[in-house]
């Protein structure tokens, strides 16, 4: 019997969108936000990401944010202090 490989992928149903970098990573008034949304281990792996990130980025101010639920919606007041404080914002997922 020979085997039959199926590709899974579909077509796309429209023109890929190119990723433009709306920010300035080299603005020395660069202020990271860094949002873990609630399930384990978004924390600890927004740690590492900050590490990372410092090292690269070494003048940026990151400030963190964490929803505590990850069923619930970030609050009015998180992203009014999201938008407030920060250039740019990594959310992240836990495992």
């Known amino acids: 019997m020979a085997i039959q490989f199926v590709d899974p992928r579909a077509e796309t149903a429209g023109a890929p969108t190119p990723y433009e970098l709306s920010t300035d ?10 949002l873990a949304n609630g399930f384990p281990d978004s924390v600890v792996f927004l740690d590492q990401v900050e590490a990372a990130m ?3 980025l070494p003048k940026a101010t ?3 944010y964490d929803k505590g639920n ?3 919606i970030a609050s009015d007041k998180m992203l009014d202090a ?3 404080e920060c250039t740019a914002v990594v959310a992240a997922y836990g495992h």
Do not use: Q
Not at 25 to 34: H, K, N, R
């Open 70 to 72: 990850a069923s619930e």
């Open 82 to 84: 999201i938008t407030a």
């Open 25 to 34: 990573m080299g603005d020395e008034s660069l202020s990271i936000g860094l």
């Open 54 to 56: 410092a090292t690269s």
């Open 62 to 64: 990151f400030h963190r």
